[in-house]
């Protein structure tokens, strides 16, 4: 590693009190910096380029195989021909009327004029209660809200063996639906039995495979949907003339949730480790070096969007980050849009007024996520 690159500490007490701030921060003044875990790229044309070149950049990061996020050309391509059908316009389309009615007797459960947190009471059971219905795992919401739960406090408390209880925890949840669908008589028609029955290269997958794929459609997008409608709720309640204009327009919805998530990014960082000697600016990395792509930081580049809390949800769609770019851009980008979007509107259009609580203030999220840990807000 090159000695001459700046040093930070991403998990120091400072950075996580201000971690969009310190980003700012660090992206003018030093664009590129090393700690003890590896290499920040906090730049937009870095991070872009990084994540466009998979033959420098590896995604296989650690031993553990996560289907499609660990694997890299040739054989992603083909994970990503069967996977990404599933989140194919139509198959949206069909499922959007149901998530809709989800979202709609929510919402409409809500109290009014009493402060609610809007991540524990609309972000997470809205994620479970949709992703159970996609997929026919219904009967596991309660016991996915726990695990939630359970994850959030094992991933702050930094103990990698309760984080591994966890994690095989919730391999034993999916590995029940996989189960149900092998031996127990019951093949509903949903995702979960289809991935079940189907072939990669003429054979079937395994168990451990579907289980990875499965893992990641849940375990990573149940945290993900209930952090981004943090943001969301947050960014209305706090500009209440994007709340008209859109209760007036609700057509906007889809580009102005995903620039509320450019500004406000709860997806921080992926990482990466170098196949051989890369140069970023004036620094060199050598081969095997771990390299962290900071989307959040990127997300705000001035260089690329201005001002970077400034609300222009059109004119930054082409530079957008959310979910990122290259070949491993979200294969559950549309589903998860899909959700927000009509929660959103759900949201919008059975209240008059979206405020934060007079009674309790929001608290920020830490790494290794970003957004809001509570969002208290009152519904009018």
């Avoid at 026919?136 to 930094?158: F, I, K, V």
């Avoid at 943090?230 to 994007?242: M, Q, S, Y």
């Amino acid at each position: 590693m090159s000695p001459h690159i700046p040093s930070w500490e991403p998990l120091s007490e400072a950075v996580l009190s201000d971690q969009l701030g310190t980003y700012d921060r660090m992206r003018s003044a030093c664009p590129v910096a090393a700690s003890p875990r590896g290499v920040t790229l906090f730049r937009h044309a870095d991070v872009v380029a990084a994540a466009n070149d998979p033959v420098r950049f590896s995604s296989v990061t650690t031993l553990r195989r996560s289907i499609p996020n660990s694997i890299d050309p040739p054989e992603h391509a083909r994970w990503r021909a069967l996977i990404d059908p599933f989140f194919s316009a139509e198959r949206m389309a069909v499922l959007q009327p149901r998530v809709r009615a989800i979202a709609d007797a929510l919402v409409a459960g809500l109290p009014r004029h009493t402060t609610i947190d809007a991540v524990a009471e609309i972000g997470r059971p809205l994620a479970v209660r949709a992703q159970t219905d996609w997929l026919g795992w219904q009967g596991t919401e309660d016991r996915l809200l726990a695990w939630m739960a359970e994850n959030h406090d094992a991933t702050r408390s930094g103990d990698r063996e309760r984080t591994g209880a966890v994690a095989a925890a919730f391999d034993e949840i999916v590995g029940a639906q996989v189960e149900r669908r092998r031996f127990g008589g019951a093949e509903p028609d949903d995702p979960t039995t289809e991935l079940v029955s189907a072939h990669l290269d003429g054979r079937p997958l395994d168990d451990a495979e579907i289980v990875s794929i499965l893992r990641n459609w849940t375990a990573g997008d149940l945290g993900s949907v209930a952090a981004a409608l943090g943001v969301i709720v947050h960014f209305l309640a706090t500009h209440p003339e994007v709340q008209q204009e859109l209760r007036s327009d609700p057509s906007g919805l889809a580009p102005a949730v995903d620039e509320m998530l450019r500004i406000d990014d709860p997806f921080l960082v992926n990482r990466r480790v170098t196949t051989e000697t890369v140069r970023i600016g004036d620094h060199e990395l050598p081969a095997g070096t771990r390299v962290y792509l900071n989307w959040a930081s990127a997300n705000r580049d001035e260089a690329v969007f201005g001002d970077p809390a400034a609300y222009r949800p059109e004119e930054h769609a082409p530079h957008n980050l959310v979910y990122g770019t290259g070949i491993h851009v979200c294969p559950g980008r549309p589903l998860a849009t899909m959700e927000l979007v009509v929660t959103a509107g759900s949201l919008l259009a059975a209240t008059s007024g979206i405020e934060l609580a007079p009674d309790a203030t929001p608290a920020r999220e830490t790494y290794p996520v970003g957004g809001w840990r509570h969002v208290p807000i009152q519904l009018r």
